[in-house]
């Protein structure tokens, strides 16, 4: 079954430190890969994205995610947090070829202390 | 990017009563448009894929007849949820996609928040 999986409930980094979120997939193939934030009360996002290529993608607020087909993985990675990245993050996966079902992970909720 | 509005944002019911959201996209046109519902401190789960002049797909456990999807123009989908009960509280949040660019893109809506007493 298609699944994904983001393994911390909750992290907590100081401001200026660097981050790692990380997401591992359950797909017949490899998909479209997606993080998006989501602020307390609000919609979601679109952090960065992954549908081909080069493996590091680089998104918004200085985020960057790499995929590892190898490992089933694509975690984000910003190298020095804000106070004002504090959220709560969605790793997703859609079909190859299409945003017809996007399936999110459970979510990590990162909160920044000064 | 591209905005997706819903309104409301908030809304307190009775238990027994009927609920509308509605879904716009602002500056594009949206064929397809998707309901997801967030329970507090879960992610996000489709609820259904609503089709611009069509009907909507729902997905497995989701009841049609509960969730009323319409989709009358390609700016706007509506989500109305019938004889809303406390289970029914949420947050439902809808997206929109854009097939502009080359790269097909979806953008989420803020979120209406949902209590049924």
């Known amino acids: 079954a298609q699944s994904v999986t983001q393994p911390d409930i909750h992290i907590t980094v100081s401001e200026g430190a660097s981050l790692e979120l990380r997401c591992n997939y359950s797909?017949?193939?490899?998909?479209?890969l997606f993080w998006y934030v989501q602020s307390p009360g609000q919609g979601l996002q679109l952090l960065l994205k992954?549908?081909?290529?080069?493996?590091l993608v680089q998104g918004i607020k200085g985020f960057e995610a790499e995929f590892k087909r190898s490992q089933s993985s694509f975690n984000l990675r910003k190298p020095s947090v804000h106070w004002s990245d504090a959220a709560e993050y969605f790793c997703a996966v859609a079909p190859p070829g299409g945003y017809n079902k996007l399936i999110f992970g459970a979510g990590t909720r990162l909160a920044v202390h000064p | 990017g591209a905005v997706v509005s819903q309104h409301p944002s908030r809304v307190i019911c009775k238990s027994g009563t009927s609920v509308k959201i509605e879904c716009r996209s602002l500056?594009?046109?949206?064929?397809?448009m998707f309901w997801y519902r967030q329970f507090p401190k879960q992610s996000l789960m489709l609820m259904a894929t609503s089709n611009e002049g069509s009907k909507a797909t729902y997905e497995q456990g989701v009841e049609k007849d509960k969730f009323l999807i319409n989709h009358a123009s390609l700016t706007l989908s509506t989500l109305t949820v019938t004889s809303a009960h406390p289970e029914d509280s949420s947050f439902y949040i809808c997206s929109a996609r854009d097939f502009r660019g080359l790269i097909e893109t979806q953008y989420f809506g803020p979120g209406t928040r949902l209590l049924v007493l």
């Open positions: 992954y549908f081909s290529g080069d493996t």
């Open positions: 500056d594009f046109q949206a064929t397809t």
């Open positions: 797909y017949g193939a490899t998909p479209y």
